[in-house]
């Protein structure tokens, strides 16, 4: 550490800590409203269907009941990007879509009603696969996509998004490789990241064209945005972020939850709550994307790679949300990841009749590197390179040139990640553990344990837009106002330390406003790894700003020019001269405020790393995989807060990250369109008696981001390990295995010990 | 199944009843004519449970009825939002409680079941006269044990019901103890150091 800081990489218990551990912190399901409705949806049974007739008479007729509707009782609301899904319309297209919606007085009265709905489907025939869902004939889920096929844009991020990675000569690249590896790879098993808390919200009209919108959200701010587009730019939505009971980006899609709670409050003249059961929750919510890679690299025995070229088929189910946007930033980050000048690599993102993948931790770049590097490892096994050594050379140097989201051509000024990456190597002691490709590390009886490694970077971390607005009152406190919401990263309280640093009081002295986005200025929102340096960028320049203001204030009866004073815990005085200070009150006055105003510019020329080394034991005799150990090796500039990194970092098993190469997945029965495993006890995960050991190697060199030289990393933690998963069992075995998750059944076919299954 | 999103607990929890027959606390005092269509005899009555210290009277078919889970009682009909409701279904833990000082899924019990009981929520914990927390509570806060939060309640009810029954447990008995509880953030390592604190404090006094 380069720099010692008052209150910076210093622990402080969270702000909302208290409220958390006792039960008082109010999640989306807590939020109650005098004389509230409870609403339900119905939902299709049909993975795609035509409504050709609905009743609704006999639900409309419950004592209870104040509102049903359907496509015919709502107006042209639309979700998506661009907006093409139809808040309730007369298509099915998954089970689990929207067909109706209740309100009534009490949860059970509404799920009564939807039972009285009388619903008569002409049911259509169903496409699952991408590459089946392009092929001519398919069944077409939208009109106005041909082919299944959405069109390659995302306004947030620009006209040009990046969709198709093309430059140099990938057949001249070809030629130069001493080894070519080819072949279909995917990140298909479509895990759920599955928060605790299911989506939800609650809608109150407070006029007529003023809707009060309770959410569980990331970025309050651009929801409200959104959705005044989406509401045809006639009603004001004021949102109110309750404490967001876990995301991992997920809760980025609930756009059809707020619509369909607006329309029932509307429809009702009463409040309405509408949060999704689990089962809803694991069938009728955000899926990571499906990915499947048709490629073709080059490589030379020295590990540079000469050539990356194919097809990425990008599987969204029903509708995308962002998906074009998931896409734009997965390629940007494999460029990141692997320096390669030539590249013809095209992506479509393709619509098919199962529930919709969308925004989740890892963004795109997750499921694109986890089918990539399946290709690569095929190739460095060729020319039998050791992956760190690979993952090392190729991972993006200062002064490199690529193309990030945007589409355009961004120079990156990134520190030197190869020490966190060697430190990585030396704590998880790779060099010993690694034998050579198919060779196991250790074999005890049955048992055989083997090693694997996997990289990620992301420039991310300075995307978009932050604004921030500081108060700071004569009584030597100050409020931050944000749109900042918590979801569980710790980002309200690291904002309000990077704060106190700047102002010199301690963070208990800083309030946080209420999140509210029609209280606080612009803020994109808590999502990829952003908040350390783009939001806090917002806030340390709102804070010298009013510390400026402050200072000219001050100088006057201090004698001295602004730019001599120093603050501490509520005192100016000049630089060096502590004893002949003024309080805050003396320089403002007790009738005044100051207010400071920050705003962070977005920035693409910096980018973030992680590295996971894992250690997995496969047991031949059963095919069970257990992970033994994991080392994170990452390098962020600065620690704001200990036990938050911590934790993030920790996250990488859960939240569909390094388990989805081990045992979780969402199983779709393509006989009939359902999910199997649609609950808790069924849907694996793991609990506290099957922890493995996690170690993060932390290094802190200073970035040229803001004064505390700092970045995040939490978008990224679950992404490098699930395809080093697949690398250490394929070790451990002594044979290749490239099917997620790698369940006992997919190990034991490699070994030979049962054959492909005949269903 | 997709289309009914009428939960599969409270189906049971009818069937549970009839093979129970309801157990009602004492006779109605009222009229207790509010239970049209429940298939419950509607003089059932009242039960009583003490709730974080307080007593609360709840009257079968009006207050509570036959089918509602303790989880739902609590936090629709008391208010006590601090448990939380995951899956509903006894796979999460998050809504655990203490019944007579024991862990159990309040969402898997049946609040007619609860007549006579005394029942603790994450809202019981913190010290009546000080207003301080439980040093399990401290310890999380400390060790910032959670992430989302979500789960928090739930564990920091099972961590109490751990230590209160064994003081000293074993690394491996607070993974046992806590196993039930989804924590999808992955806290999980940070939950064991704030329950190893708890430990470590309580044995240097």
Redesign the interface.
């Known amino acids: 550490m380069s720099t010692e800081y008052r209150f910076i990489g210093k622990a402080v218990p969270r702000k909302d800590a208290r409220d958390i551990t006792t039960g008082r912190a109010k999640y989306i399901n807590d939020i109650s409203v005098p004389h509230m409705l409870y609403g339900k949806v119905l939902r299709s049974p049909h993975p795609h269907a035509n409504i050709r007739s609905i009743n609704t008479s006999k639900a409309k007729a419950l004592s209870g009941v104040k509102a049903v509707l359907t496509y015919r009782d709502v107006p042209d609301w639309k979700v998506g990007n661009p907006l093409h899904l139809r808040v309730l319309g007369s298509k099915m297209r998954f089970v689990g879509d929207s067909v109706a919606l209740v309100a009534a007085e009490t949860e059970e009265i509404a799920c009564a009603a939807l039972e009285l709905i009388d619903v008569d489907y002409e049911v259509l025939p169903a496409v699952y696969d991408v590459e089946k869902a392009i092929e001519k004939g398919a069944p077409q889920l939208y009109d106005i996509y041909p082919n299944n096929i959405m069109p390659q844009i995302a306004p947030f991020m620009g006209d040009n998004i990046l969709q198709n990675i093309i430059m140099g000569d990938t057949e001249a690249g070809v030629k130069e490789a001493d080894v070519v590896a080819e072949g279909t790879y995917e990140y298909n098993n479509i895990p759920n990241p599955l928060p605790p808390e299911p989506p939800g919200a609650v809608a109150e009209w407070e006029g007529p064209d003023t809707v009060h919108l309770w959410i569980s959200s990331q970025g309050p701010y651009f929801d409200r945005l959104t959705l005044y587009y989406m509401l045809g730019r006639k009603v004001n939505v004021k949102v109110t972020a309750c404490q967001c009971g876990g995301s991992y980006g997920s809760k980025g899609n609930s756009s059809p939850i707020y619509l369909q709670a607006i329309l029932l409050a509307k429809a009702a003249g009463r409040p309405v709550k509408l949060c999704l059961n689990k089962q809803e929750h694991l069938t009728a919510f955000t899926l990571r994307l499906g990915s499947r890679i048709r490629g073709k690299v080059g490589m030379k025995k020295d590990g540079t790679v000469t050539a990356i070229s194919g097809d990425w088929f990008v599987n969204t189910g029903y509708f995308s949300m962002i998906t074009q946007g998931q896409v734009a930033v997965g390629l940007g980050e494999a460029q990141l990841a692997i320096r390669c000048k030539n590249w013809d690599l095209k992506s479509k993102t393709i619509c098919t009749n199962r529930n919709a993948s969308g925004w989740i931790r890892g963004f795109g770049g997750q499921e694109f590197i986890s089918a990539l590097f399946l290709l690569l490892a095929r190739a460095m096994q060729k020319a039998n390179i050791d992956p760190f050594e690979f993952f090392k050379k190729n991972f993006v140097k200062n002064g490199d040139r690529n193309i990030w989201r945007d589409g355009h051509w961004w120079t990156s000024k990134v520190i030197d990640f190869t020490k966190a990456m060697d430190k990585g190597a030396e704590v998880f002691d790779w060099h010993n553990k690694w034998r050579g490709w198919l060779k196991p590390t250790s074999i005890s009886g049955t048992k055989r344990t083997g090693v694997g490694v996997g990289v990620i970077g992301n420039a991310d971390v300075g995307e978009d837009v932050s604004e921030s607005l500081i108060r700071i009152d004569p009584t030597h406190h100050a409020m931050i106002y944000t749109s900042v919401c918590e979801q569980g990263t710790g980002q309200r309280s690291s904002l309000c330390k990077m704060a106190a640093e700047v102002l010199q009081i301690p963070p208990e002295r800083i309030y946080l406003a209420p999140q509210d986005p029609g209280i606080s200025p612009y803020e994109f929102g808590s999502v990829g790894s952003r908040g350390t340096y783009a939001m806090g960028a917002g806030i340390i320049k709102a804070a010298e700003d009013a510390k400026r203001q402050l200072f000219e204030l001050a100088a006057p009866l201090l004698e001295a020019s602004p730019d001599s004073l120093e603050t501490r815990d509520g005192l100016i005085f000049i630089k060096g001269k502590p004893e002949e200070s003024i309080p805050w009150r003396t320089a403002m006055g007790v009738t005044r405020t100051i207010f400071g105003y920050g705003r962070h510019e977005a920035d693409y020329s910096l980018c973030n790393m992680l590295m996971s080394f894992v250690e997995v034991e496969v047991d031949t005799e059963t095919g069970k995989v257990d992970l033994l150990r994991v080392v994170n090796a990452t390098d962020i500039g600065q620690i704001i807060d200990p036990p938050s990194l911590e934790n993030q970092l920790n996250g990488c098993i859960g939240s569909a990250g390094i388990d989805s190469a081990i045992f979780e997945e969402t199983i779709l029965d393509e006989s009939n369109g359902r999910m199997l495993a649609a609950n808790l006890i069924d849907y694996k995960w793991r609990t506290f008696a099957d922890l493995p050991r996690i170690k993060n190697v932390i290094v802190e060199t200073p970035f040229p981001s803001h004064r505390f030289g700092a970045v995040g990393v939490g978008e990224i933690t679950t992404a490098p390990g699930p395809s080093a998963v697949l690398m250490a069992i394929s070790n451990a075995i002594g044979q290749r295995v490239v099917e997620y998750p790698a369940t006992p059944d997919k190990i034991l076919k490699a070994l030979g010990r049962i054959k492909e299954s005949s269903a | ?7 599969n607990t ?1 189906k049971n929890g009818v069937m549970v009843m009839k093979e129970k027959n309801i157990k009602a606390g004492r006779k109605a005092k009222g009229s207790g004519d509010r239970n049209k269509g429940s298939g419950v005899n509607p003089s059932a009555g009242y039960i009583s449970m003490t709730i974080n210290g307080e007593s609360r009277e709840l009257m079968i078919g009006k207050d509570v009825q036959p089918w509602h889970t303790l989880a739902y009682t609590i ?1 629709e009909t008391l ?11 006894g ?2 833990g ?1 809504c655990m409680v203490l019944i007579n000082g024991k862990p159990v899924l309040s969402c898997m019990t049946l609040t007619v079941e609860c007549d006579g009981k005394s029942i603790t ?3 019981g ?2 010290d009546r006269e000080t207003g301080k ?1 439980h040093p399990v ?1 401290q310890a ?5 044990a ?8 739930g564990i ?1 009810i099972s961590t109490k019901a751990l230590l209160d029954e064994n003081p000293s447990p074993s690394e491996q008995e ?3 103890a ?15 150091n704030a329950v190893k604190d708890v430990i470590r404090k309580s044995e240097v006094k």
């Open positions: 199944m997709i289309n009914s999103h009428s939960s409270h936090r208010g006590y939002t601090g448990t939380k409701i995951g899956c509903d279904q796979a999460c998050a929520t994450i809202e914990l913190e927390p509570q999380f806060i400390d060790h910032t959670f992430q989302c939060g979500f789960c928090t309640p920091i607070i993974k046992e806590l196993a039930g509880h989804y924590c999808r953030c992955i806290s999980h390592y940070h939950v064991l």
